[in-house]
């Protein structure tokens, strides 16, 4: 399309990436899907993200998945490590109270 031709146009003159929210590809339109990494010199320039939740109507499981170039995909997936192994600033602090208090350290061994 029209549309996709402009978005390839910029990312190439000023060397940019595109992240393509493809999450809605199956669904059914006036005419096929048209993904922005097709259209040409964008395969080296396109995460694709898509998910499960949408493309099986499993919205509360929330599990996608990106995929690209290896170059583009690899740095994404040391962030995501790191967001999802990370917990948030504000339950780390909760819990350094927690510890500083020690409430309820003698209490979690009679749990085990």
Same mark, same amino acid.
């Given at each position: 399309?029209?549309?996709?031709?402009?978005?390839?146009?910029?990312?190439?003159?000023?060397?940019?990436?595109?992240?393509?929210?493809? =999450?809605?590809?199956?669904?059914?339109? %006036?005419?096929?899907? /048209? *993904? @922005?990494?097709?259209?040409?010199?964008?395969?080296?320039?396109?995460?694709?993200?898509?998910?499960?939740?949408?493309?099986?109507?499993?919205?509360?499981?929330? =599990?996608?998945?990106?995929?690209?170039? %290896?170059?583009?995909? /690899? *740095? @994404?997936?040391?962030?995501?490590?790191?967001?999802?192994?990370?917990?948030?600033?504000?339950?780390?602090?909760?819990?350094?109270?927690?510890?500083?208090?020690?409430?309820?350290?003698?209490?979690?061994? %009679?749990?085990?």
């Amino acid at each position: 399309s029209a549309e996709l031709q402009a978005v390839a146009r910029v990312c190439q003159r000023h060397g940019l990436i595109a992240v393509a929210d493809d =999450v809605y590809e199956n669904c059914v339109f %006036a005419s096929a899907h /048209q *993904p @922005l990494a097709l259209v040409d010199g964008m395969e080296d320039r396109v995460i694709k993200v898509s998910s499960g939740g949408k493309l099986f109507s499993l919205t509360g499981w929330r =599990v996608a998945w990106a995929v690209g170039p %290896a170059e583009l995909v /690899q *740095p @994404l997936c040391q962030a995501h490590t790191n967001m999802t192994f990370n917990a948030p600033t504000l339950l780390q602090v909760g819990l350094a109270a927690a510890l500083d208090a020690e409430d309820g350290l003698e209490s979690t061994a %009679a749990l085990y």
